[in-house]
């Protein structure tokens, strides 16, 4: 069920554009990494590896273009280590202990755009 949510909010992220004004941004980045901590998650329970892999690509893909935008070094710096997050889980999807650091990392890096959203 989870997935089928996670999907839906790539889908919703990917068409709206980039916003420009700090709390639609830093809204946008929680957004990706609690996604990302949903799927570090199940990475971590063992979910399958080439779902991991596409869906950590996909949700890069999405910040890409966010990050282009964040002028807020603050917001820059939480947005990279979302990146590389997502990185690290899709380039090891099968490492569980590693997914379980990259959920622990994203979950601070949702809360820390959260609070940027005010």
């Keep these: ?41 199940e990475a971590s329970e063992g979910s399958h590896d080439a779902f991991t892999t596409e869906h950590a690509k996909a949700l890069r893909k999405l910040l890409d273009p966010l990050r282009g935008a964040i002028d807020d070094p603050q917001l820059g710096r939480i947005a990279a280590d979302v990146d590389s997050s997502l990185a690290e889980l899709a380039a090891r999807p099968g490492d569980r202990a590693g997914a379980a650091g990259a959920e622990r990392k994203l979950e601070r890096s949702a809360s820390a755009a959260e609070a940027l959203a005010g």
């Design 1 to 41: 069920m989870w997935k089928l949510i996670a999907v839906a909010a790539v889908v919703l992220l990917a068409g709206c554009g980039v916003p420009h004004e700090l709390p639609e941004q830093a809204g946008d980045v929680h957004s990706i990494a609690a996604e990302g901590a949903l799927l570090a998650h």
